[in-house]
């Protein structure tokens, strides 16, 4: 960072949201060694929420997504619904597609991951500050991953899909979707080669990674 994003930075308040003490201690000791004079940590969403009813307000907010008492998700909505403005560092273990799609849709304004290195955090903010976004490179490769349209099942065959999720036989989602088998069995093809797949159970499990299919829509 230059030396004036350094000024700005010390008299900047940041909230630190995470369960785990070695990751809080950790971005504090990065935050402290940046200059920040004001990091508040929290290892709760309950916690932060608390802090924001009574009035305290935040330059950052870097928080993680699997919190004991709340989800991510409704936290970052919660810090938006009392500032539109608020910066919002996401810092994750998750990098299904299907989460991080939730997060671009909620505009957040960087997404690290805390396998990554520690100083990301350095380039999340100073980006953040010259009005930009920051995705880490392995944000950026999922997201150009599953980008590739050559690579992504469409409509009809992510239904297929579904079904097969749900153990259904060609004749039982062929009837369900009102095509022929010769129809379904195409789409199964087509997803086998696009996921890469070898057999069904190699299939959801590699389509839960890929974002296709969610663990809790599967047959118990």
Known sequence: LKMTDK?????????????????????????????????????TATALAERLEAGQTYDFHIIDLELPDLDGFVLIEMIRARNSHAHIIVSTVHDEIWTLRKLLARDVDAIIYKSGDGNEIITAIGEILLGRHYYCPGVLKALE????????????????????????TSREIAAAMFVSDNTVEAHRKSLFAKIGAINVADLIVKAIDKGYLRKSGLKR
């Open 145 to 168: 991953a599953a980008a590739d349209p050559s690579l992504h099942p469409t409509t009809r065959e992510l239904e297929v899909l579904h079904h097969i999720a749900q153990g259904k």
């Open 7 to 43: 000024s700005i930075i010390s008299r900047m308040r940041i909230a630190v949201v995470d369960d785990h003490d070695l990751i809080r201690e950790g971005l504090n000791t990065v935050l402290v060694g940046l200059g920040v004079e004001t990091v508040d940590k929290f290892s």
